[in-house]
């Protein structure tokens, strides 16, 4: 897997700026599309946050994780700034926030044991 993921990183960037552009642009949309089966607000900030911090766990594996999880964070927080703004009719919740911030770090801690296992492994 890992042999994988270093001959496909250049990729896995890609994805990870598309899927953030993406995600923006899904926030700040005053009439976002409807996702079959409705799961809810939260479930799809935290599938959201998980995928980003996935893709950028893959992407940036020397990084370090917990500076990865702040920055992802924040663009939460930025993003529920934004939905602050009036015409576009959105609604700002830390809720949804705190979502984002949960998902992330659950993905980065759980990328962070694979990671020192596979180290220890050698």
């Known amino acids: 897997m ?13 994805l990870f ?37 996935t893709l950028a766990a893959a992407g ?20 529920e700034i934004v939905q602050a703004i009036p015409v576009l009719h959105r609604d700002c919740d830390i809720l949804d926030w705190a979502a984002d911030t949960a998902a992330l770090s659950l993905v980065l801690a759980a990328a962070f044991l694979i990671r020192r296992a596979a180290r220890r492994a050698g």
């Open 17 to 53: 700026w598309v899927a953030a552009v993406f995600a923006f642009a899904m926030a700040v949309d005053p009439h976002p599309p409807e996702i079959p089966g409705e799961p809810g607000d939260k479930f799809e900030h935290m599938l959201a946050f998980a995928t980003l911090a």
């Open 60 to 79: 940036w594996p020397a990084r370090n994780y917990a500076a990865i999880g702040l920055a992802l964070s924040w663009f939460g927080a930025i993003i």
């Open 2 to 14: 890992t042999a994988f993921l270093a001959r496909h990183r250049r990729a896995i960037r890609i």
